[in-house]
């Protein structure tokens, strides 16, 4: 054809019926091309509405700010002397019927001895020390010591993602050292708190437990099915356990999927050991590099005296001091700073005198009105004990 064409003769009538064959299968051809690309941008576009990030609701923050009495104090520092009590209230009074049942199956002078050896190994926690975490009712001491407040932290730590517009309505979340669960119980408890300001689009949590000791996984999601399971609006979570001690990892044989999670948690477990936080360290940079998005985040919840023991230093009313200390902090793990909020119940970053705090928290803080009496049965406490903070959470990405 191209050769007819150059000697400047005319085609004849079938010639001219074989080009404009020719030209109708380019057509076809272009056409398809363009049908395949529109249809893959739909495809995308339609994939990317499934998973909408949760836009935050003017009237459901202000309840939040409203109900916590949350006070910025400055660009760090966030008070917090409020609950919401139609979520909290309801959580307590069922997890004490738990452990009400719990006990009721061992007999009372050796639930006292099992309860004593777990407590001494636990309250380790507030003196920035590590537990051993294995004796038999480790899991129902946190519960009765630590649950709650930790829920209070990780569902204001939610809340905190969420008003920055970073919440997407289906996320894959892997918590580390993950306890009974915390890091999802505060999620749900925030998602339930929502309910009435507006709709969730088929929310839905893919939640992947990495935990040393299978009593706490096995406690948390027995009561997760009591409880959690048993709303109205249940969340629609996805469950994975995986039992491993971070300090016998494998990067080559474990089981992580790759660049698949939206949120790296860990909470509570960074060590006061220098040896044995930097072996840790090396196991939770191997995972943000293989198993964390590239869009992903990591959220770290530290207890202030811990943070500050970590590299001796006095905790003071210093914010260029505090920076500095959540940057070297970052560094140690290979991340950049998204930002962080000390969370705190007094106002302070320095702490009260335990009879002014006392008295602080019986006029102010929210209090535990189920849990307080079995805390004082079991382990002859004599206050009222309430929902405190004194945690930094810090959002980060990896450098």
Not at 74 to 91: A, M, V
Not at 219 to 240: H, K, M
Request: glycine share 4%; hydrophobic share 40%.
């Amino acid at each position: 054809m191209q050769e007819i064409q150059k000697s400047g003769a005319r085609f004849s009538w079938l010639e001219k019926l074989f080009r404009d064959k020719l030209q109708l299968e380019c057509y076809s051809q272009e056409y398809k091309r363009q049908t395949e690309t529109l249809n893959k941008q739909l495809t995308e576009a339609s994939q990317g509405k499934d998973n909408l990030i949760l836009i935050p609701d003017e009237e459901f923050v202000k309840y939040i700010y409203k109900v916590f009495n949350l006070i910025q104090h400055d660009e760090y520092k966030l008070q917090s002397t409020g609950i919401d009590e139609r979520i909290f209230n309801d959580l307590e009074s069922r997890l004490v019927e738990y452990l009400k049942e719990e006990f009721s199956k061992i007999p009372e002078k050796q639930l006292f001895i099992k309860l004593e050896d777990a407590l001494e190994d636990i309250n380790n926690l507030k003196f920035g020390q590590d537990p051993d975490y294995r004796f038999s009712l480790t899991p129902h001491v946190y519960f009765m010591k630590y649950f709650l407040e930790n829920v209070y932290c990780i569902y204001l730590a939610w809340f905190l993602i969420y008003q920055d517009a970073l919440l997407p309505s289906k996320v894959n979340i892997l918590d580390i050292a993950a306890g009974p669960g915390t890091v999802a119980y505060g999620l749900a408890l925030f998602l339930q708190s929502s309910s009435g300001f507006f709709h969730i689009p088929q929310m839905h949590i893919s939640y992947y437990s990495l935990e040393k000791q299978d009593a706490f996984q096995f406690r948390g999601l027995q009561f997760w099915r009591r409880y959690i399971e048993s709303r109205l609006t249940p969340v629609n979570a996805f469950f994975r356990f995986v039992t491993t001690d971070i300090f016998t990892w494998k990067t080559q044989s474990n089981n992580l999927p790759k660049d698949f999670f939206d949120f790296i948690v860990i909470s509570h477990c960074f060590f006061a050991d220098p040896a044995k936080r930097v072996e840790a360290n090396n196991t939770y940079k191997q995972i943000f590099a293989t198993s964390l998005k590239s869009s992903g985040y990591i959220l770290l919840i530290v207890q202030d005296k811990k943070l500050f023991k970590i590299y001796d230093v006095h905790q003071v009313e210093n914010r260029e001091q505090e920076k500095n200390v959540v940057d070297k902090f970052l560094a140690e793990l290979g991340l950049e700073l998204v930002w962080y909020r000390y969370l705190t119940s007094t106002g302070s970053r320095t702490s009260l005198p335990g009879a002014e705090f006392a008295k602080f928290a019986q006029d102010k803080l929210p209090k535990k009105l189920y849990m307080s009496p079995i805390l004082q049965h079991y382990f002859g406490q004599k206050h009222q004990s309430n929902y405190t903070l004194d945690d930094y959470v810090i959002l980060a990405k990896k450098s």
